[in-house]
């Protein structure tokens, strides 16, 4: 239901687009998580489907940018300004009412990107 795209090679300070596009359904709320090697799964952020709302991790405030184009049912995280601490996997998930930052409770998950900076 969930099928994430986007993710790549870039050097550090460029920038990449990953998107989320959601089928079979519309859910309350969208994030972005990433997970490096060795280390748990981390909130990135977030957006609502149907209300004007945006999450962010502290980290990547300032340089990531989600967004949605609801008549593509696409969630859309644009990343600037990238570092090698960004790299990971990049997994999409979706779940019903408000965003949350832990990612126990989201239902859906996308396959995940990789995304990779070089320095």
């Known amino acids: 239901q969930l099928q994430a795209s986007g993710g790549g090679l870039v050097q550090a300070g460029g920038s990449l687009r990953l998107s989320c596009a959601a089928s079979?359904?519309?859910?309350?709320?969208l994030g972005w998580f990433r997970q490096a090697p060795g280390k748990g799964r981390e909130f990135v952020a977030a957006i609502t489907w149907t209300r004007p709302g945006t999450s962010y991790a502290d980290s990547v405030k300032g340089r990531f940018t989600v967004s949605r184009d609801n008549t593509k049912n696409t969630v859309y995280l644009q990343m600037n300004s990238l570092k090698p601490e960004d790299s990971a996997v990049y997994y999409c998930a979706a779940k019903g009412g408000p965003v949350r930052f832990t990612p126990d409770f989201y239902e859906h998950w996308g396959q995940g990107t990789q995304v990779t900076v070089s320095s």
């Open positions: 079979g359904r519309t859910f309350s709320s």
